[in-house]
């Protein structure tokens, strides 16, 4: 069982990335997916979350009008598109599958904003 997340990178202030993530050893059909974040010194904090038939999202406020969480359960991926990415969101980005209790994480993948 292994996610594997990609498209992290170095962008500039405002500009946009998109966060992959691939599960393989399972399917996500019935998995909620979400997506975490840590910065150095921080506390790792929920991102994005949406459920399992992508008929819920969740995102704080702090994100919710930059980011969006999608899913594709054909190719076994999910996605976070980000937007107007700002230096606060420099973190290492975490995919989480969760369902009644399990969860699988990736490892992570680095997203620096920085002019």
């Known amino acids: 069982v292994q996610l594997v997340e990609s498209g992290g990178g170095l962008v500039q202030p405002g500009g946009s990335l998109r966060l992959s993530c691939v599960a393989s050893g399972f399917t996500i059909t019935n998995w909620d997916m979400r997506w975490f974040r840590q910065a150095p010194g921080k506390e790792r904090e929920l991102v994005a979350s949406i459920s399992s038939t992508s008929t819920n999202t969740i995102l704080p406020d702090s994100v919710k009008a930059r980011f969006t969480v999608s899913r594709d359960n054909a190719k076994n991926t999910a996605y976070l598109q980000m937007n107007s990415l700002k230096s606060n969101d420099t973190a290492v980005y975490y995919c989480?599958?969760?369902?009644?209790?399990?969860?699988?994480w990736g490892q992570g993948t680095q997203v620096t904003v920085s002019s």
């Open positions: 989480n599958a969760a369902r009644l209790g399990f969860h699988y």
